[in-house]
């Protein structure tokens, strides 16, 4: 983490082989503690940081010292947070945003120049698409979408002016599965910056480094808050990589606030527990939809069913928390379930502790055209479930009424 980690925290040498296991660093990667011997780390809110001297001064900016200079750049919060997020996923360091778009903005703008080109699967987050359709051609640069069901047509939308390989896996909101082995090999064979957004998945369920990704990134609002709080964003892998997005965060500002840092890096420290009981839910939900008559079509990681199953249990530990399905009758029936709902919230977040249900076709992607939601595998009657940690009778019962209501 050569410069981009405040003092006080160790470097992490993973790559990919942890010297502690996930639930280990989880709790114990913390800053070093101050003269006041706390035990939890104390929130760091200070814009700036005291030098000694002039010569400390001059040796901080530049960088010939591992030191805070000004919390747009570091801050032991915001450090201890990519530091745990680095580690659990074995990269060699990594930066902290205001939210996940920032973070998937700022690493694209910071290794793209005007004229190159993103091969990138089609169904990807909604603002993701905005970024490649309506910003990006403002500065010449392009993108390819392929069909995440046609994996074998990635090498034919690959130019000399290809430059990165971007995907999600699980897709947002059709929790489609990407081979990232297929991935990795791809972008190794065309010399391409393969990019992960990880976050359907979070460092506890997949780590795409592992399987040749250069760079991981997650929108920390989710499954990584945890509880609906707070927004985030983090970039981690390739130190070479990781240094230039520093550079292009550090003039441009998307810098995480070190309060949010802070309540995301103690939210870290029950990812795995959390998670657990998300997945475990999830699942249930998912097996209790597929029996339902009711329901057109169900798709979760971890069911049989699911296209990608196989590719799933290869490459994820648990199915994660998001399940999507149809319910029969169109937009119509989608509707009146959604609206029939006693517990389940309606709410655009996901990966909260209270189960939300969404619409993705009247909502987060309803800025594409019919057309183009179609080709992102998001039909008008799609229903999306982020699973959360009420006791599963009650999920289920409320599932249960509002279908048959
Ligand atoms: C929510 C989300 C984002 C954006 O994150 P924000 O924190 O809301 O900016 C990016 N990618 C995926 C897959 C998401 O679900």
């Known amino acids: 983490m050569e410069?981009?980690?405040?003092?006080?925290?160790?470097?992490?040498?993973?790559?990919?082989?942890?010297?502690?296991?996930f639930e280990t660093i989880a709790v114990r990667t913390q800053s070093e503690r101050t003269q006041f011997q706390e035990h939890s780390v104390p929130l760091y809110l200070t814009s700036s940081y005291v030098f000694e001297d002039s010569?400390?001064?001059?040796?901080?900016?530049?960088?010939?010292?591992?030191?805070?200079?000004?919390?747009?750049?570091?801050?032991?919060?915001t450090s201890e947070f990519v530091e745990k997020i680095a580690k659990m996923e074995g990269a060699e360091a990594g930066y902290a945003f205001a939210t996940g778009m920032a973070a998937v903005f700022s690493t694209l703008a910071a290794l793209l120049n005007s004229g190159d080109h993103i091969v990138a699967a089609r169904s990807v987050f909604g603002s993701t698409h905005g970024l490649f359709t309506r910003y990006f051609p403002k500065w010449n640069i392009s993108h390819s979408y392929f069909d995440v069901n046609k994996p074998e047509t990635i090498e034919s939308f690959i130019k000399p002016e290809t430059k990165i390989l971007f995907a999600e896996s699980p897709t947002n909101?059709?929790?489609d599965i990407l081979d990232l082995k297929l991935l990795g090999e791809i972008a190794k064979k065309h010399d391409l910056i393969?990019?992960?957004?990880?976050?359907?998945?979070?460092?506890?369920?997949?780590?795409p480094i592992k399987f040749g990704a250069d760079l991981v990134i997650h929108s920390a609002t989710k499954l990584i808050d945890g509880q609906g709080r707070v927004l985030g964003g983090v970039t981690v892998g390739r130190e070479d990589l990781i240094r230039e997005i520093y550079l292009f965060s550090r003039n441009t500002g998307p810098a995480l606030s070190p309060f949010n840092a802070w309540v995301l890096s103690k939210s870290l420290e029950t990812l795995s527990v959390r998670l657990e009981k998300h997945c475990e839910n999830a699942?249930?939900?998912a097996e209790f939809l597929e029996d339902d008559e009711q329901i057109g079509w169900v798709k979760y990681p971890f069911?049989?069913?699911?296209?990608?199953?196989?590719?799933?249990?290869?490459?994820?530990?648990?199915g994660g928390n998001v399940v999507a399905f149809e319910v029969k009758g169109g937009i119509e029936a989608g509707r009146k379930f959604i609206d029939s709902l006693q517990l389940c919230t309606?709410?655009?977040?996901?990966g909260d502790t209270r189960t939300i249900v969404t619409h993705p076709a009247s909502t987060t992607?309803?800025?594409?055209?019919?057309?183009e939601r179609l080709e992102a595998g998001i039909s008008d009657g799609l229903v999306r479930i982020s699973v959360g940690l009420e006791h599963i009778d009650d999920i289920i019962n409320d599932l249960k009424n509002a279908l048959n209501n």
């Open 3 to 21: 410069n981009l980690q405040a003092i006080g925290i160790e470097k992490s040498d993973c790559n990919g082989h942890f010297k502690e296991n």
């Open 194 to 207: 393969l990019i992960i957004d990880n976050c359907f998945a979070t460092p506890y369920i997949q780590n």
């Open 55 to 77: 010569e400390d001064m001059r040796a901080g900016f530049a960088e010939e010292k591992e030191r805070n200079i000004y919390s747009r750049f570091t801050n032991p919060n």
């Open 346 to 350: 309606r709410s655009a977040n996901l």
């Open 303 to 318: 069911l049989k069913s699911h296209p990608q199953y196989e590719i799933a249990k290869r490459q994820m530990r648990l």
């Open 365 to 371: 992607h309803s800025k594409l055209s019919e057309e």
């Open 173 to 175: 909101p059709g929790v």
């Open 283 to 285: 699942l249930k939900v």
